[in-house]
């Protein structure tokens, strides 16, 4: 019984050293690739467009969807639908899988960030604060993993929610929220993109039974 139920924690902690390890060489790659400012030639073109481009309505999209996808909502958020779990479906195991994807995933990329070291775009050109390294976005990775959580969750929770279309929303929420951390410009467009790929292989991986 008790190697039955720590058989799962097993295999998430595996799978967490995975994506772990694929998110560094990522990162280390990428470093390779870059010129001496932390830029490609691809971020440094996105990043010029995205200035470029700049507008009142943009920017204030822009701030509200850097919100939505940061600690201060997805932090309640996951608490509140894991205790729903708990107290209304009594269902453990989708709260436990729950948490895992979302503390999963911030702990992806705050390891990630310290390794690789990756600076981040001229501070003359950010529009919001942000703090540490740039590679991984922490809201490309925590965004995308626990939005697509929450979905899985409240399905479970609310059964004649359709699990896909909230994927799907799930999905598009968090490429909202990975485009605003470029425009903003407190992030290289490589560092969404591979915050991206790093929530959903490990995203992928949580949710594989669910």
Do not use: C, N
């Amino acid at each position: 019984m008790l190697r039955r139920s720590l058989a799962p924690a097993a295999v998430a902690l595996l799978w967490f050293g995975v994506v772990l390890g694929a998110a560094v060489l990522l990162g280390v790659a990428l470093r390779a690739a870059e010129a001496p400012g932390g830029s490609t030639a691809f971020d440094r073109s996105v990043l010029h467009w995205l200035v470029a481009h700049r507008t009142g309505a943009l920017t204030a999209a822009a701030h509200t969807l850097s919100t939505i996808g940061s600690q201060k909502v997805l932090l309640p958020a996951v608490a509140l639908v894991a205790l729903a779990l708990l107290v209304v479906r009594r269902r453990v195991r989708a709260a436990v899988v729950l948490v895992v994807a979302w503390f999963g995933a911030l702990e992806l990329y705050t390891l990630a960030k310290i390794v690789v070291g990756r600076p981040r775009p001229p501070h003359a050109l950010w529009l919001a604060p942000a703090g540490g390294k740039a590679f991984p976005s922490g809201h490309a990775v925590q965004s995308l993993a626990t939005f697509v959580a929450l979905a899985f969750a409240l399905s479970v929770l609310v059964p004649r929610l359709p699990r896909r279309a909230g994927v799907a929303v799930a999905v598009v929420l968090a490429a909202g929220v990975g485009w605003s951390r470029a425009y903003l410009a407190v992030h290289w467009a490589t560092d969404v993109l591979g915050g991206w790929v790093i929530a959903a292989a490990w995203i992928a991986g949580v949710t594989r039974r669910s």
